[in-house]
């Protein structure tokens, strides 16, 4: 089978890489997108000065789960005080990241209700102005850094939107594991199911090839051995540096293949309940594993590879691995009753991640 792979993102990657930052801009200025804590973190600082001059504004702001209600004003401000910056360098996680990419691109009424009115799919949105974007992410898990895609919530309306566009790919992605050594325990843990996510979604998916399970398998076997180990030792940067490299596989994977049913269920249990994202999208990986199996010969081949033989044992040993890291894996954990719990995976069946999974039956729910 011929394995057709695309990435453009160019992967920066190395303690202290965050230096080679002005080198990277060539000469252009950047517009800063990043998180309000990064000041108080003295990461602020220490951006203001790896790019002096070449600076040319700083949007702090970014809250998690980016909101209509939130952007729209960021985003036509932006666009109306620095239409000209060629730049937008995003330094967190995922959100930040996300936030920057519907920053990168306007139509020439430079409107943020245009942009959602395309996403919504209530007229095309065309972009006819784009910024470049360089992605530094301070968590090891988002996988946003390597991807097109931006996720972006309207709360008011329950409502999850999809931004991708050819556009919106980042042309740089810096990871610079010391730019991790201030994440809290909590953010470290949540990130690093979230890229175990990833790459077990990568593999239990119909878009998969050759190249992304190589990848996906790697990503999933340093997460086993590393993630558990890096919660014991939040300092030490060569662990810091592993779960990077980790999470930048398994966003090159899921960059081809995109997520599937266990990020589907995610979205309503993060708009319902409020769970973090990392949480959202892992608890369920046992159940959904379970789902997979059996279903294609060679998915499981590649399965048994990320998670041990015989594969029978692996959605026990999977459960028994989140729940170690102190994370429940059952829907009634979270308050959500069995009938709701069967309510919600169909729906998340039928979604766009969702119809990615390999096992799309109404015997994946029995």
Not at 17 to 36: D, E, I, M, Q, Y
Not at 43 to 72: M, S, T, W, Y
Request: with cysteine.
């Amino acid at each position: 089978m011929t394995a057709n792979y695309y990435n453009p993102v160019q992967s920066v990657y190395g303690a202290g890489g965050l230096l080679s930052l002005p080198k990277l801009l060539g000469g252009r200025r950047a517009a800063l997108v990043t998180f309000p804590e990064a000041r108080a973190l003295g990461l602020l600082a220490r951006l203001e000065e790896v790019l002096g001059a070449q600076l040319a504004c700083v949007i702090d702001q970014v809250q998690p789960n980016p909101d209509v209600a939130e952007l729209a004003r960021t985003y036509e401000d932006f666009w109306r005080a620095h239409a000209q910056v060629e730049v937008i360098v995003a330094v967190g996680g995922g959100s930040a990241i996300d936030t920057a990419k519907a920053l990168m691109v306007a139509d020439d009424s430079g409107q943020f209700g245009a942009l959602i009115a395309g996403l919504a799919g209530e007229r095309v949105f065309t972009p006819t102005r784009c910024k470049t974007l360089i992605a530094v992410p301070t968590t090891a898990g988002t996988g946003s850094e390597v991807t097109p895609w931006a996720t972006i919530w309207d709360r008011q309306r329950q409502k999850k939107y999809s931004l991708h566009l050819p556009q919106t790919w980042p042309s740089v992605a810096l990871i610079d594991p010391e730019l991790m050594l201030s994440l809290p325990p909590a953010v470290t843990l949540q990130s690093g199911l979230d890229a175990l996510s990833h790459a077990l979604e990568a593999i239990w998916n119909v878009n998969a090839n050759a190249v992304s399970d190589a990848l996906a398998v790697s990503a999933v076997n340093d997460i086993l051995s590393v993630l558990p180990r890096l919660m014991r030792d939040l300092d030490r940067v060569q662990l810091r540096g592993r779960m990077a490299l980790a999470a930048l596989k398994a966003g090159m994977a899921f960059s081809n293949t995109k997520t599937a049913l266990a990020h589907s269920i995610s979205y309503e249990m993060t708009l319902r309940y409020g769970l973090p994202h990392g949480i959202a999208c892992s608890f369920s990986l046992p159940m959904v594993l379970e789902r997979a199996m059996g279903r294609s010969a060679e998915r499981d081949a590649v399965l048994g590879q990320a998670l041990g033989l015989p594969l029978a044992e692996a959605p026990a040993r999977l459960a028994q691995f989140i729940e170690g890291l102190g994370v429940k894996t059952r829907f009634s954990d979270y308050g959500v009753g069995e009938q709701e719990a069967r309510q919600m995976v169909l729906q998340a069946q039928g979604g766009a991640r969702g119809r990615n999974f390999i096992g799309l039956t109404e015997e994946t729910l029995t």
